[in-house]
């Protein structure tokens, strides 16, 4: 019993430490084509509450940090997995485009979210 107490306001005290703390602000701008379109569920993301997101899959050509740090660092030949609360036009897919983004989340995981989307091919 007393073990289990013990244990209990240890974890209550460390409680506290466990909280995440956010990402700061930041803004990417990259160049690519769109391979892959789809909407989900957010659900399927641990996202509440439950509605439809685009989700995008971009081969990435060119990435310019525009403010705070740049997550896409490096990512050029990669392939990069965005989303947007707002649905995309699936005439998309296949494109290039140049999109601005932001890495939402902490130091647990997160997301590249859509800010801006404009087809340049």
Do not use: H
Not at 18 to 25: D, F, I, K, Q, R
Not at 27 to 32: C, K, N, P, V
Not at 94 to 107: H, N, P, S, V, W
Request: charged fraction near 25%.
């Amino acid at each position: 019993m007393k073990l289990t107490f013990l244990a209990l306001v240890i974890f209550l005290a460390f409680s506290t430490l466990l909280e995440a703390v956010p990402v700061m602000p930041n803004e990417t701008a990259i160049r690519g084509r769109i391979e892959k379109y789809c909407l989900i569920s957010s659900s399927l993301l641990k996202i509440e509450p439950e509605m439809p997101l685009c989700k995008l899959v971009v081969s990435v050509e060119s990435v310019e940090g525009v403010k705070g740090p740049n997550f896409l660092k490096g990512k050029e030949g990669q392939s990069v997995t965005l989303y947007s609360k707002e649905k995309q036009p699936v005439e998309l897919f296949g494109k290039k485009a140049q999109i601005t983004l932001e890495y939402r989340g902490d130091e647990r995981g997160g997301l590249f979210w859509i800010k801006r989307i404009e087809v340049i091919e």
